[in-house]
């Protein structure tokens, strides 16, 4: 399918790869944050695990449906021959970088000082549920073929962590009443990759007369809107409510109560120091 206007295709352009710039290099405050305090002490370790499973979902979703032409036939059949593919080139270079760069920071959290935090037992749980459910549905596609629904599942799975990963940090923050240790950076640039990558959306959208690029990818659609609505409470909570405040130390959390703080948030790490 071919672009109806060429200044559309070009906008287009420029929101995606703005989208990919933003989002790519905003994993690097945090990784040079952690690299110049030589700890880990106020990143949260669910986030970051949780981080993972979703960008390698996600980077499975997105490489498949840009590569392959058999899974593009089944898109084109369930959407329309007329339909484009809602995969760009930015989007798959995002998810390589994503994965190797969130690995890169799970690195950080086994070389660097990190208090008495710890990684909790339900975010565990929570990834190993998610990738045994992408193992099951693995083999209920391979006898009739069904890549589309077989990938549409790891979506669904990468939209479920992004909603999922945020919470640990926001609560976090909420009984340190500290921002310190997370990256404002990285909120910074993963909004305005947020609001680009919605941008590209409704250009492609408003070029085809079509919304099927927003519900035939409600992955990419779910992953800006939760984005920046997360990035905007950790801007609340960086610039508004605990703006140059001093780590609320709480006596649960200095006595390392895993499971008062588990109770509160039901996916925050434990224990801060």
Known sequence: MAWNSFPL?????????IAFFSWSISFYPQVILNYRRKSVVGLNFDFVVLNLTKHSTYLTYNATLYFSSVVQNQYRDKYGRD??????????????????????????????????????KISFALVIAAW????????????????LWLITVFNTIQVTMT???YIPQAFMNFYRKSTEGFSIGNILLDFLGGVTNYGQMATQSIDQGS???????????????????????????????????????????????????????????????
Request: proline share 3%; glycine share 4%.
């Open 9 to 17: 295709e070009i906008i287009y352009q420029i929101f995606g790869w």
């Open 83 to 120: 339909e484009m593919i809602p995969v760009a080139a930015n989007d798959v270079a995002f998810s390589i970088h994503a994965v190797l760069l969130t690995a890169f920071t799970l690195f950080q959290i086994f070389i660097y000082e990190r208090g008495i935090q710890k990684v909790s």
């Open 132 to 147: 045994g459910t992408a193992a099951v549905c693995v083999f209920i596609a391979l006898p009739s073929h069904s890549w």
């Open 163 to 165: 909603v999922i990963k």
């Open 211 to 273: 919304w099927v690029n927003f519900y035939g990818n409600i992955g990419k659609t779910l992953l800006s809107l939760v984005s920046i609505f997360f990035d905007l409470l950790f801007m609340v909570q960086h610039y508004v409510l605990y703006r140059n405040k001093p780590i609320h130390h709480s006596s649960k959390l200095d006595e390392g109560n895993d499971e008062a703080l588990l109770k509160s948030s039901d996916l925050a790490t434990s224990d801060l120091p």
